[in-house]
């Protein structure tokens, strides 16, 4: 069985800094893309970042380019995103997602076919 199991999530004042991580179990990853997307309460699922199977190519939503980075280690079959300058509106439940069969990252969440669980990230001001 596929899980996907994220972990790093916490609360932190504005400004600071935290590391989330996935790790997969089940399958390996390392020849398909994988992302993070993040929901606040009553929006909808938002893209945060992507990764292409090998890290080669990234997307960025823009409300985190320069802030955020997604990165990947395949023998450990995780992926990361590394968080900075953390703002209020960035609180939310951050989701790892994986394609099944694609080494092409997607910006929409349709284009994933696994999901972790979620981990909650909360920024005070």
């Known amino acids: 069985q596929v899980q996907l199991v994220e972990s790093g999530g916490g609360l932190v004042q504005a400004g600071g800094s935290l590391r989330l991580s996935c790790a997969a179990s089940?399958?390996?990853?390392?020849?398909?893309?994988m992302g993070w997307f993040r929901q606040a309460p009553g929006k909808e699922r938002e893209f945060v970042a992507a990764?292409?199977?090998?890290?080669?190519?990234?997307y960025y939503a823009d409300s985190v380019k320069g802030r955020f980075a997604i990165s990947r280690d395949n023998a450990k079959n995780t992926v990361y995103l590394q968080m900075n300058s953390l703002k209020p509106e960035d609180t939310a439940v951050y989701y790892c997602a994986a394609v099944s069969y694609s080494r092409w990252a997607s910006m929409k969440p349709s284009g994933y076919d696994y999901w972790g669980q979620g981990t909650q990230v909360t920024v005070s001001s």
């Open positions: 089940g399958r390996t990853f390392s020849n398909n893309a």
């Open positions: 990764a292409d199977w090998s890290g080669g190519s990234i």
